[in-house]
């Protein structure tokens, strides 16, 4: 079992930035493909950024590619996700997922392992 946990979330400008951290524990994340997604009132879950056992892939949704970048460090046990240039649209609340079923998986069921996901409110 892989405990996660996400913090880092907040109000922040559209324009501005956050850092959201993942830190988990139970079992060591390198044997894990981490991911990132969103889910919005009303919307479905969405992907929004995984990054490989190694960290050298990553993977990103459309809407927020080159502004949002996710990294790992595996000695820490902890996935990181910058996001810079934040829209209105990015306002959702980000959960951290693990899993293990083989790279550049985009669907929530792909995934074994949740947080219980942390809150990003971008005001315009």
């Known amino acids: 079992q892989v405990q996660l946990v996400e913090s880092g979330g907040g109000l922040v400008q559209a324009g501005g930035s956050l850092r959201l951290s993942c830190a988990a524990s139970g079992r060591t994340i390198s044997s894990y493909i981490m991911a990132w997604f969103r889910q919005a009132p009303g919307k479905e879950r969405e992907f929004v950024a995984a990054?490989?056992?190694?960290?050298?892939?990553?993977l990103y949704a459309d809407s927020v590619k080159g502004r949002f970048t996710i990294s790992r460090d595996n000695v820490k046990n902890t996935v990181y996700l910058e996001m810079n240039s934040l829209k209105s649209e990015d306002t959702a609340v980000y959960y951290c997922?693990?899993?293990?079923?083989?790279?550049?998986?985009?669907?929530?069921?792909?995934?074994?392992?949740w947080g219980q996901g942390t809150q990003v409110t971008v005001s315009s």
């Open positions: 990054v490989i056992w190694s960290g050298g892939s990553t």
């Open positions: 997922a693990a899993g293990g079923r083989g790279w550049g998986r985009r669907a929530p069921e792909g995934y074994d392992y």
